[in-house]
């Protein structure tokens, strides 16, 4: 059995409303989500482009409704509002698509995934997108309406550069040929396979970036814990000097262990003149504690690579304390 265009049209409008809020409410939601998931941090330029909902318009609606044998009811059509979110990498994916999915206020069921359209279907010329469908819960209450698990909103989750291939095989070719050019297929075929080489490449760059962020990081919370003990109170919070030293000479500590920079500053004597220096820009940040390692170790390359000109005072006075002549 199938509706009117006149019953279907009149029941789009009817449910307009709701659909439209609660499309803006799950993508408030699904943002808020993701936040607490992957920390502030990360989250600040998570999504490529602005999460973002539509209904769909009724010409649109109406193009797809006289392509349907049957449709007994307009919510059938489960698209009539959908939201998108385009995230950088593959990997970016599936957080999104894990936090959809695990949320206990409503029901979600993946329609389409790229990758196992793309396996069946190789001149696949549809959205590059995992799609997803959720149902609100029945009975309850969003904006003053009452929800019934008909109540569906469709979500897309792509990367930028799915996007990109979307936009146009999807917008300029699969709308508008109803046979594909094989040169057209053969350019869009380069397209992917490069599109999934990128997205490869640009994963294992993000994986070796976080894992020398990751060391990073723990470099300068230890220079920070000893600076600590030896001025006997908590350094500040944000020591951009200590990053700089670290930055310019992180090679050399490839195959160091911590404790041994930490060696340097472990006599009384030591601290005692970091604690006399306060005033001086190296001395008043953990980048003199690895320092201390670094003229002592590898003093000549210290020298000649030294990052800041306005650091040399200190750093003269650390060669004097070990017995180097800086001049």
């Not at 199938?2 to 409008?13: C, G, H, P, V, Y």
């Not at 649109?60 to 489960?78: C, G, I, P, Q, V």
């Not at 310019?248 to 911590?258: K, S, T």
């Not at 590898?298 to 002549?325: I, Q, R």
Request: charged content about 30%; glycine content about 4%.
């Amino acid at each position: 059995m199938k509706i009117s265009r006149d019953q279907f049209l009149a029941e789009m409008r009817d449910d307009a409303s709701l659909l439209e809020l609660w499309a803006r409410e799950s993508v408030k939601l699904i943002s808020e989500m993701v936040k607490a998931e992957i920390g502030a941090q990360r989250y600040h330029g998570f999504f490529k482009i602005e999460p973002q909902y539509r209904l769909k318009t009724e010409e649109s609606a109406l193009r797809k409704f006289d392509r349907w044998d049957t449709l007994a009811s307009s919510k059938e059509m489960h698209d009539l509002v959908g939201a998108r979110f385009v995230v950088l990498l593959r990997a970016d994916l599936q957080v999104v698509e894990d936090i959809i999915k695990n949320h206990s206020g409503w029901s979600a069921i993946r329609t389409r995934h790229f990758e196992y359209e793309v396996d069946d279907d190789p001149d696949v010329f549809d959205y590059q997108s995992i799609h997803l469908v959720i149902s609100g819960s029945r009975g309850a209450t969003i904006g003053g309406y009452v929800l019934s698990d008909d109540v569906k909103c469709e979500i897309q989750i792509r990367t930028i550069m799915q996007h990109a291939y979307a936009e146009l095989c999807h917008d300029k070719i699969y709308k508008n040929f109803r046979s594909i050019p094989q040169s057209a297929k053969r350019l869009v075929a380069r397209s992917m396979a490069l599109m999934e080489s990128t997205d490869s490449i640009f994963s294992e760059t993000a994986k070796q970036l976080e894992e020398i962020s990751e060391d990073r990081n723990k470099w300068l919370e230890y220079l920070a814990e000893v600076y600590g003990v030896a001025i006997q109170r908590s350094p500040a919070p944000v020591d951009v000097v200590c990053a700089v030293v670290f930055d310019r000479f992180r090679h050399l500590l490839e195959n160091v262990g911590m404790s041994h920079v930490g060696d340097a500053v472990e006599s009384n004597a030591v601290r005692s003149r970091i604690k006399a220096r306060l005033d001086d820009k190296l001395f008043s940040s953990a980048g003199c504690v690895l320092t201390y390692w670094l003229v002592d170790k590898h003093f000549n390359e210290t020298k000649h690579s030294w990052p800041d000109e306005s650091l040399l005072p200190g750093l003269k006075l650390v060669c004097a304390d070990l017995g180097y002549s800086y001049d």
